[in-house]
């Protein structure tokens, strides 16, 4: 079946991702023991080449598109882009037992940008720093769904490739967050904007019970928790923050969940329900005014009227809890505040 002897499999992998060739050879041998044997040496070559993304034969698609065509379901999509922000991942116990761990990342070309999901060892690169903000990444063979707020998501899978710093590439990116930056008091329900404010007032996070695999809310019952895509999975908790931002025009309600909400605590949610049970929720409220009480940040989502609480208040869609102080600066100058 393998066409090329792994001589020429390994100088392509070489010329594609400028690893060295013992790296190459070192990441075969892993992957026989990886195995058990199970292939031989050209078929762990094969193997390892199709994980970095390296294409032995010509390819026949179309090849790569830009952020802004992708739209939901879509198959095998190629892109290029670079990593503007990263999310730590979330650590699950899958169905066979074995810990999981989902990630994910904002990708952005010169036309738009998109929340893109990854997956175990991949996912593992957003801790060990191999995959970081500024790194120009190739993507092929990943596929794009709707996400909660209704907004596209673009999802590696184990057939997909993610292949870092790829050569002769040079990506531009569209201004960050893709969305205008507005004052809180030029909000309007069902408008999407970018705020920058400070946090004035944060409420005791909250916890609900979703699934592991797609982050969706589960059904719990006698005989454990039901995703309605996943079926019977095993739950895992997420996080929901409320808080309120000031940015001297008016102030506002946000809401924030999962990865979003971590961000805004600095905990994991895992983190956040132990000191709960541990130190319970005094200290819990203490810790979380500490980090995040008082700090400029900049958060960006759509403004949604809550009826049953008669108040508007804006679904965080991204958070930055470092902005730029340049950024800050400048609003603040805008603003008449400094
Ligand atoms: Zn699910």
Redesign the pocket.
């Known amino acids: 079946m393998l066409q090329l002897p792994i001589k020429d499999v390994i100088s392509k992998i070489q010329t594609e991702t400028g690893l060295s060739e013992p790296e190459i050879r070192q990441q075969i041998v892993n992957k026989m023991t990886a195995l058990e044997g199970l292939v031989s040496e050209d078929g762990a070559a094969y193997i390892v080449a199709s994980e970095l993304g390296v294409q032995l034969f010509k390819d026949t698609r179309s090849g790569a598109i830009k952020v802004k065509d992708i739209v939901s379901g879509m198959q095998a999509i190629e892109t290029v882009g670079k990593v503007v922000r990263t999310f730590s991942p979330n650590t699950f116990t899958g169905k066979d037992g074995k810990p999981k761990q989902v990630g994910s990342f904002i990708l952005a070309d010169e036309t738009a940008e998109i929340r893109t999901v990854i997956w175990d060892q991949r996912a593992g690169w957003l801790t060990d720093g191999r995959l970081k903000e500024g790194l120009v990444v190739k993507i092929k063979d990943a596929y794009s769904k709707q996400n909660n707020l209704g907004g596209k998501e673009l999802h590696l899978g184990y057939k997909s490739s993610l292949i870092l710093e790829p050569k002769n590439v040079t990506v531009d990116v569209v201004a960050r967050t893709g969305v205008s930056k507005k004052k809180i008091a030029e909000l309007a329900p069902g408008e999407t904007g970018s705020v920058l404010g400070e946090v004035v007032q944060v409420f005791t996070p909250k916890f609900y019970p979703v ?1 592991p ?4 809310k ?1 059904t719990l019952d006698a005989a454990g928790a039901t ?4 079926k019977s ?1 095993t739950q895992q908790q997420a996080m929901i923050l409320n808080f309120v931002l000031d940015d001297t025009t008016e102030t506002l309600r946000c809401v924030a969940f999962r990865d979003r909400a971590e961000q805004l605590v600095g905990l994991t949610a895992i983190e956040t329900q132990e000191i709960l049970a541990k130190d319970g929720p005094d200290r819990l409220q203490e810790r979380i005014d500490e980090f995040l009480l008082g700090k400029t940040i900049e958060v960006s989502g759509r403004v949604n009227r809550n009826e049953e609480y008669d108040r508007t208040e804006m679904i965080v869609n991204q958070v930055n809890v470092s902005p730029d102080p340049k950024v800050i600066a400048k609003e603040l100058l805008n603003s008449g505040k400094a």
């Open positions: 699934c695999q797609c982050g969706k589960v995703c309605a895509t996943h999975v």
